[in-house]
């Protein structure tokens, strides 16, 4: 059994929900906080395998655990859904880990993660605990490392990650955050791209759809150091036609293999490894370098105050006069 806190975030995806759910009752977790979204409106299949989905969390937590839910009546989606779901887990818990329902762990993830949360509890710079590795080139001395970035589907952290969080980023002054992120990141460049990322989150509303980048900012914002294992410890099965940012079954990220890591090898120091925040960044951007270039310059336009943003602002305007 383990006493880590646990939070399963669900949907309509009965199926990954049992195999996750199984992994997670061979720990038998003392406490489990499981989160499913609401049924789009209108949507009868949706609202099928919502219910399909609680019936399988009471069908399978037969163990001696103190299990709190919350059965979403509307959909939130995957931006303020999440959000809601890690809101209410850390206005609970100190700590915990915290795991999508299309995530597979290895048995050894949650026994890393409750040595990592006791070991960096009192350590406040280090914030984020994360299990995936997708770069099977990183070399690594010890069982972790340190880096700025986190990976999402499966991690671990502490109240402090969390607090200051805002799905909108409202409240932060864009060009600060720029330079605040050119002293801390390795590349003028990769700075420039959490600018441009800070604002499009703040002037699209369609950009609501997500709450990791927003995490990720937070990160940069409290100057945290993450962990990464240096072996693979979750699997994501959700690249599927079920997904909806991981249709594609053939992306690389998805059906990882993963490695027993236990016992872990501790750094002697908490260093940040720039090769592996290079190549995380890479990870970040979902595109290629020749898009990249023109989104960049796209973004400039569009988000930049001044001459250039008013000239995009009239062609667009125009180019919707003529449909």
């Known amino acids: 059994m383990t006493n880590v806190p646990i939070l399963l975030i669900t949907f309509n995806r009965p199926n990954h929900v049992r195999k996750v759910l199984s992994e997670i009752k061979t720990q038998q ?14 949507n009868a299949e949706d609202a099928r395998k919502c219910a399909e989905v609680r019936k399988t969390v009471e069908e399978l937590v037969d163990w001696p655990c103190d299990l709190q839910t919350h059965y979403s009546d509307v959909n939130l989606g995957c931006g303020a859904g999440p959000m809601n779901a890690i809101e209410w887990f850390f206005k609970n818990e ?14 050894d993830m949650f026994a890393y993660c409750a040595e990592l949360l006791e070991k960096y509890k009192d350590c406040g710079q280090v914030q984020f605990i994360n299990t995936t590795l997708y770069d099977n080139r990183w070399q ?9 970035y986190m990976v999402t589907g499966a991690w671990a952290a502490w109240r402090r990650a969390w607090q200051g969080f805002d799905l909108d980023l409202h409240s932060l002054n864009a060009k600060d955050f720029r330079k605040h992120c050119r002293k801390l990141l390795a590349e003028r460049s990769e700075a420039d791209w959490w600018y441009f990322k800070v604002l499009e989150i703040q002037r699209d509303s369609s950009k609501k759809s997500y709450w990791d980048y927003q995490m990720q900012i937070l990160l940069f914002l409290h100057e945290a150091v993450t962990i990464h294992p240096k072996r693979n410890l979750v699997s994501n099965i959700g690249f599927d ?28 120091i908490i260093e940040v490894d720039k090769e592996k925040d290079a190549h995380c ?5 979902d595109v290629g370098k020749s898009r990249d270039s023109l989104q960049f ?27």
């Open 140 to 148: 690594c001395e010890k069982s972790y490392g340190f880096s700025r």
């Open 94 to 107: 100190e700590s915990g880990i915290v795991m999508e329902d299309d995530c597979l762990p290895h048995p």
């Open 241 to 268: 036609a079920e997904g909806t940012h991981t249709l594609d079954n053939a992306d690389g990220r998805g059906n990882l293999t993963t490695y027993p890591i236990m016992p872990l090898e501790h750094p002697a």
């Open 29 to 42: 977790p003392s406490k489990l906080y499981v989160f499913r979204d609401g049924a789009r409106t209108g």
């Open 281 to 285: 960044f890479a990870k970040t951007r």
């Open 297 to 323: 310059i796209y973004k400039y336009m569009l988000y930049s105050d001044g001459f250039f943003h008013e000239l995009l602002m009239f062609y667009k305007r125009v180019k919707g006069w003529k449909k």
